[in-house]
């Protein structure tokens, strides 16, 4: 498989009610190839379930036993990241569909 350009970073501790838009959300940016690194803080409900029933090749899934907080979490995400850029999205936040091509635009 093609290495990632970019990697969206996703931290979600309990966001069972959001988390599924986040990550479809991220998988559906009008650039690529891109991965999901979701790292799931401890969660108690079943965030980490909702993430892995999309079976899809470009996410990948981290989890820690206990909760370390947000930037510990996200710190976690971005050494397990493979892209040569990385973004990050909040677990109850979505991404426009050209949020990424837009931002590497200008990086560029």
């Not at 309990?14 to 401890?42: F, H, K």
């Not at 947000?70 to 936040?93: P, S």
């Amino acid at each position: 498989p093609t290495p990632p350009l970019i990697s969206f970073v996703i931290a979600a501790r309990d966001a069972s009610q959001t988390v599924g838009q986040a990550v479809g959300s991220a998988l559906g940016q009008s650039v690529g190839p891109l991965e999901v690194v979701v790292v799931d803080d401890g969660s108690l409900d079943d965030t980490a379930e909702l993430v892995a029933a999309f079976g899809d090749e470009r996410i990948r899934l981290i989890r820690n036993d206990r909760p370390v907080g947000l930037a510990a979490a996200l710190n976690r995400g971005i050494e397990a990241a493979e892209g040569r850029w990385v973004a990050r999205l909040d677990a109850d936040d979505v991404a426009l569909p050209r949020r990424l091509e837009l931002q590497l635009a200008r990086a560029r």
